[in-house]
């Protein structure tokens, strides 16, 4: 289920383009803005945990899940060139969970990885607070890399579907209306920040048994369902 073909051009293909500057930009606004906090506050673990909370895991790491994940096989819809990769003797549900692991990989890199060194500027992960964070943005960048994929599988506006769900409905609506946090990702990670940092710094509106339910389901039907509709894609002459 692993093709290390497949993996190397998904991984030139989202690192070697325009939207490798995107994938590099938010990470480093998210540090620059921990430094900002940290020398014109100080060490804080309220603010700590609004900053990751408020811009790392509502903001970021839904936008880096947006284009990791449709960049990891829209591009090649789009443009036509995914027919050179059908033609191949390669299982198109193997094409797709190389391609999600290719995304998970980057969406991990450039969404865990920076909110833990913000987390460590911001308060030197008192209170568990980088940590808890850290895990947050790593188990959602697995749900949002499956989800966007299967976006850039089913649509040809996968960035603008993906656009709408990351800022309207996780950070505007989700923040909004309390029913909608159920059907939200970030809450689902959020439940196991809770859990890790320290008591009232996170709060989620899903249960950490619920929220664990969600994050897996929610991924694996993403996949299989992405993985259904490559199988329906034929090349002419295809029976």
């Known amino acids: 289920m692993f093709n290390p073909t497949v993996a190397r051009l998904t991984y030139r293909g989202l ?3 325009r939207r490798a500057l995107v994938l590099f930009a938010l990470p480093a606004l998210l540090i620059l803005i921990s430094v900002a906090v ?19 895991l509502a903001t970021m790491v839904p936008l880096v899940g947006v284009i990791a994940g449709t960049g990891a096989i829209g591009p090649e819809i789009d443009d036509g060139s995914i027919i050179y990769l059908l033609a191949k003797p390669v299982r198109r549900p193997t094409i797709i969970v190389t391609k999600l692991l290719v995304a998970i990989a980057v969406s991990v890199v450039f969404s865990a990885v920076p909110t833990l060194i913000a987390g460590f500027i911001l308060n030197g992960n008192s209170q568990g607070i980088a940590v808890a ?3 947050a943005a790593a188990v ?7 989800i966007f994929l299967l976006l850039g599988v089913v649509t040809r506006q996968a960035v603008v579907f993906g656009l709408v ?6 950070s ?12 939200s990702v970030q809450q689902w990670a959020l439940a196991l920040a809770q859990k890790i ?6 709060t989620s509106d899903v249960g950490l048994p619920l929220a664990v339910v ?23 002459g295809e029976e």
Request: hydrophobic residues 55%; glycine residues 12%.
């Open 15 to 17: 690192l070697g383009r």
């Open 214 to 236: 969600l994050l897996v389901g929610v991924t694996l039907a993403a996949t299989a369902f992405a993985g259904q509709r490559m199988r329906s894609l034929t090349l002419a």
């Open 140 to 146: 959602a960048s697995v749900t949002y890399a499956a």
């Open 133 to 135: 964070f850290t895990a």
């Open 197 to 202: 940092a320290g008591e009232g710094l996170v």
């Open 172 to 183: 505007l609506i989700g923040s909004l209306v309390p029913g909608a946090r159920t059907l």
């Open 38 to 56: 940290r020398v014109l506050v100080g060490a804080d673990d309220s603010i700590a945990s609004s900053v990751l909370g408020g811009f790392a």
């Open 165 to 170: 769900y990351a800022l309207i409905w996780e």
